[in-house]
């Protein structure tokens, strides 16, 4: 009896340690592909030089850091570790002070991993860009030194079959990156750089299983007339015999109701490696729209080869039925077309956190923020960010212009003599091949995602030709269907690919609403709304109170409105033109009045930001089709790196303010606006199916409540265009700030727009001979001062209904009414919990409103987390509030 129970024991001792091997293999079946799950990370500082010998498996590793993450930069790694804190490094100027010098010698990451390899299996190792480059070990040998794994965006493939056994020791020692030296991830002048300039596994590495026969990427050619697609990928015999290769694919439509099967046998020889192509036209193909036109319908694709009848690889995308075109027209503009239809680009300049940290929830947050706003665009510069980006984009129906960055080391040609740096680097050979590997892993990464737009191939300047030639070929052979834009810019272009069609001609600072509705359109009116804007703005997005605590100290606070020529941190690096907020604070103080205390000039700040932004968009969305046509712009910028006092539309802690909702109310899908040169009403329709009669009710009042003019038109509107409606009546003859309210109503009088702006007699007058690349000086000031002697009035607040999401955030109904005879100046309101802090993220229906004498307005508020207790409520003649949510 003893005896059997011995062997049961030992037989499940066995089966136990099995299945606990069988668990820990990092890979263990053909097709699979693993990123390397964590790291041993430590400074080569405090290793030994002996890389090989501590690429073997067994190396005592327990007193370097553990970090529980498949890609972190060095920062990234030992902030995730609790080495560093974030709130700490970033609050008022502490990382000034940050010893970087810890980052100019090497570091080592390694990891341990278990396989079971057997006769026929191959075993690959993939990067997919290491910053700046890196030495990579396994088991005691080099696979690759850091000649050939360079540049942060280089992806290669190393067969590592010869080297597995079944107990591995990766190592990757990483090199300092330097950004005049390397084709790395930088900020250029948006933020100061992060002490370890972005150096280490930034991007996974992943760990791949095959059997004999393995398969490329896979790519789908996509057309939507009819809706069809070529899937096409390369299969390679990795063996020294003839096999017969069985390839299967198999595509699911949208919602996984239909699966189509085809096969196909493919003899390779030895070594040989051959495309595969499978077509398939659908007969109710479901087309793939931005959010605002349309549906998202995803397909997926899945290849597998088998010999044999044993899987041997198989890859998978997913992929949406869409094309996207683009011309140059008449007047040198980029126009884009998607599925055929002119699309108008309405979007934002995206940037990476400054420790390249990607957080697809936090991302999935800020694609939300950009739809709720009515944005259909964005652009990442240089910053092109892990693959989870490209599919949120797709889930959610938001375009992505890709692209290489400007400056440093990418933008290093001889014709750049703007290049601030001491010593240009000029490429070389070695630059040229890491440009190549570059191009060809993101084109592949990024081919099948229908929310692609365009890829970029420079930014501020153009790639040389042989650059270009590159970056064309690897598209190309990619299977890249959508436009290659060589430059952001109009300063010149490579013959290959002729003009951009784009001009980076600023804004970047701030600039009057009446900037943007310049009546003569030409070169030397720079940004005003004409033409494709790649990256243009007002400087704006100034944070609000709760957000600024979080990272300024009192005094650095009290800088912004009593030091206001200031160079502050949390502005642009210290050698840009916006370290200070010297040119803002100016319009601010001369059209606002000084500010009394910091509340005052937050206010003032927030009413800047929203008029500025707001007319920005108006202005592009009502150039839409007449005269020279705005065909697009990008917003300087989207989000900060980090917390920043400018260039977003919300700030790094998620909260909506200014920017935000002056954004929201510009680039609204149906929408009616002022043209602060023309004064008249402009009717904007972004939307490709919404239709039926409008009216169009303007209103003006004086700063007292008295009606000034009244009246309302029918209007015709025009599909996916913009028109003018009217003259604004009553301006004529006014001697003070008024207010006019537009209302956009249809056919049921459903209010489908309600604007409100603040007008001063005269407009800022700007001075557009003394304009330099990033804004043009006002010459005289509006007054807008008399705001803020309005008499007081008083608002009821209430909230009518509260509701529980099925997703846990809440919506809860707040009613404003204005019982006053002059109108609200206004209005802030601000979701907090029940310990006074901001809640974010959270979606208001409309915020920072203005009411009208006696006037009820109903917003509603999303809280994503469901955490909001009270809303506080101010606005600038009325007392301020809070009301009990729930
Ligand atoms: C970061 O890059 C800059 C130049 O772009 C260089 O001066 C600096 O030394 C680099 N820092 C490190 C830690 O390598
Ligand atoms: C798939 O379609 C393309 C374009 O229509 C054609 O050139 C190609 O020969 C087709 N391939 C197959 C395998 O039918
Ligand atoms: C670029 O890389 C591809 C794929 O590795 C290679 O086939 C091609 O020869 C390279 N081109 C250049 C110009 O280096
Ligand atoms: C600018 O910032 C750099 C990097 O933090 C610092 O070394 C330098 O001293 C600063 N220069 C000025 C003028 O503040
Ligand atoms: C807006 O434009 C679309 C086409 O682009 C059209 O179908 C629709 O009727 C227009 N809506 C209005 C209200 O004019
Ligand atoms: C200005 O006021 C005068 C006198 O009331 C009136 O005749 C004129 O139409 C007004 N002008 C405008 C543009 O409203
Ligand atoms: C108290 C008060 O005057 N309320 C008025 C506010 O405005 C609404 C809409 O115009 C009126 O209906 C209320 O009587």
């Not at 500082?45 to 553990?66: I, K, M, N, R, Y």
């Not at 390249?356 to 936090?362: N, Y």
Request: charged share 20%.
């Amino acid at each position: 009896m003893a005896r059997r129970l011995f062997w049961l024991a030992l037989v499940a001792d066995i089966l136990g340690r099995q299945a606990a091997t069988a668990q820990r293999l990092l890979v263990s079946e053909n097709g699979d592909t693993t990123p390397i799950p964590h790291w041993d990370l430590q400074s080569s500082s405090e290793t030994s030089e002996d890389l090989a010998f501590l690429a073997q498996a067994g190396a005592d590793t327990s007193s370097w850091h553990h970090v529980p993450v498949s890609k972190c930069t060095l920062m990234g790694c030992l902030l995730h570790i609790g080495v560093y804190d974030d709130d700490e490094l970033w609050f008022s100027n502490n990382l000034e002070s940050f010893d970087w010098r810890q980052f100019t010698v090497p570091w080592v990451y390694r990891h341990e991993f278990s396989l079971a390899p057997e006769a026929g299996q191959h075993y690959f190792l993939q990067t997919h860009g290491i910053t700046s480059r890196g030495d990579i070990y396994l088991n005691g040998e080099l696979v690759a030194d850091r000649e050939f794994q360079s540049g942060s965006y280089s992806g290669h493939e190393y067969d590592i079959t010869s080297l597995v056994v079944e107990e591995n020791a990766l190592l990757i020692q990483v090199h300092p990156t330097s950004y005049y030296h390397d084709l790395a991830l930088g900020f250029i002048d948006w933020n100061p750089s992060p002490p370890d300039n972005g150096t280490g596994l930034w991007r996974p590495v992943t760990l791949k299983q095959t059997g004999g026969v393995s398969l490329g990427p896979l790519s789908a050619l996509v057309s939507v007339n009819p809706g069809s697609v070529t899937l096409r990928a390369t299969v390679r015999n990795l063996e020294d015999e003839e096999v017969e290769v069985s390839v299967r694919a198999v595509i699911s439509e949208p919602g996984g109701f239909a699966r189509h099967i085809v096969d196909q046998t493919v003899p390779l020889g030895p070594g040989e490696s051959q495309v595969v192509e499978f077509n398939k036209t659908f007969e109710d193909p479901k087309t793939w729209w931005p959010k605002q036109w349309g549906e998202q319908p995803l397909y997926s694709a899945t290849l597998s080869v088998s010999v044999d009848d044993i899987l041997s690889d198989t890859v998978q995308q997913k992929f949406g039925l869409r094309t996207v075109t683009s011309k140059v027209d008449k007047d040198d503009d980029i126009v884009f077309s998607i599925n055929g239809r002119p699309f108008q680009v309405i979007g934002g300049g995206y940037s990476a956190d400054m420790f390249l940290r990607f957080d697809p929830e936090r991302f999935e947050a800020i694609a939300k923020y950009m739809l709720d706003m009515g944005l259909n665009t964005i652009r990442l510069e240089g910053n092109n960010e892990q693959p989870e980006l490209y599919e949120i984009a797709d889930r959610l129906g938001l375009m992505v212009m890709a692209g290489w960055e400007c400056c440093n080391k990418w933008e290093s040609w001889e014709y750049n003599r703007e290049l601030a740096i001491d010593t240009p680097d000029y490429w070389d050979e070695r630059d040229y091949a890491d440009a190549n590997a570059t191009m060809y892993h993101e084109a592949q990464m990024l081919q099948t995602h229908p929310s692609m737009l365009a890829f970029l191939i420079g930014s501020d300047f153009w790639p040389d030709d042989r650059a270009t030639k590159i970056y064309v070929d690897a598209l190309r052979h990619s299977n890249w269907q959508l436009p290659i834009v060589p430059a952001a810019s109009k300063r010149g272009y490579p013959e290959l690919l002729g003009r951009s069609g784009m001009k980076m001609n600023g804004p970047y600072d701030w600039v009057p609403p009446n900037y943007w509705y310049d009546t003569e359109p030409s070169e030397d009116r720079l940004g005003a709304a004409f033409g494709f804007g790649s990256e243009l703005g007002a400087g704006v997005g100034t944070p609000e109170m709760g957000s600024l605590k979080k990272f300024l100290t009192d005094e650095d606070m009290d800088d912004l409105w009593l030091r206001p020529n200031k160079g502050l941190y949390h502005m642009s690096t210290n050698v840009s033109q916006f370290y200070n907020r010297r040119i803002y604070n100016e319009g601010l103080f001369n059209r606002y009045g000084p500010p009394k205390s910091l509340e005052d000039y937050l206010r003032k700040a927030q009413i800047m930001d929203y008029e500025a932004i707001r007319a920005e968009h108006e202005a592009f969305a009502s150039r839409w089709s007449t005269g020279r046509i705005a065909t697009g712009m990008i917003y300087w910028m989207l989000v900060n790196a980090w917390p920043s006092l400018h260039w977003n539309q919300f700030d790094h802690y998620l909260h909506p303010a200014g920017t935000y909702f002056g954004s929201k109310v510009g680039a609204r899908i149906e929408h009616v606006s002022y043209n602060y040169v023309d004064r008249g009403v402009w009717l904007i329709n972004r939307s490709l199916d919404r239709s039926g009669p409008r009216t169009v009710t303007v209103e003006v009042v004086d700063l007292h409540g008295n009606e000034v003019a009244s009246e309302t038109y029918a209007a015709e509107t025009v599909p996916n265009v913009a028109s003018r409606v009217a003259d604004v009546p009553g301006l004529g003859n006014t001697t003070d700030v008024v207010f006019i309210r537009l209302v956009l109503r249809d056919s049921e009088s459903e209010i489908l727009s309600r604007n409100v702006y603040w007008i001063a007699p005269s407009v800022d007058q700007l001075d557009w001979g003394s304009s330099t690349w990033y804004y043009t000086p006002v010459a005289r000031f509006s007054d807008y001062s008399s705001l803020f002697d309005m008499q007081p009035a008083s608002i009821e607040t209430a909230v009518t209904v509260s509701k529980e999401e099925g997703d846990g955030s809440w919506t809860h109904t707040v009613v404003l009414e204005n019982t006053s005879t002059v109108p609200v100046f206004f209005i802030r309101l601000n979701a907090i919990d029940e310990d006074g802090q901001d809640v974010n993220p959270v979606t208001w229906s409309d915020n920072y409103v203005t009411l009208w004498p006696k006037e009820k307005l109903e917003l509603r508020v999303n809280d994503w987390g469901g955490d909001a207790a009270v809303v506080h409520i101010d606005a600038a003649n009325a007392p301020s509030t809070s009301l009990a949510l729930r």
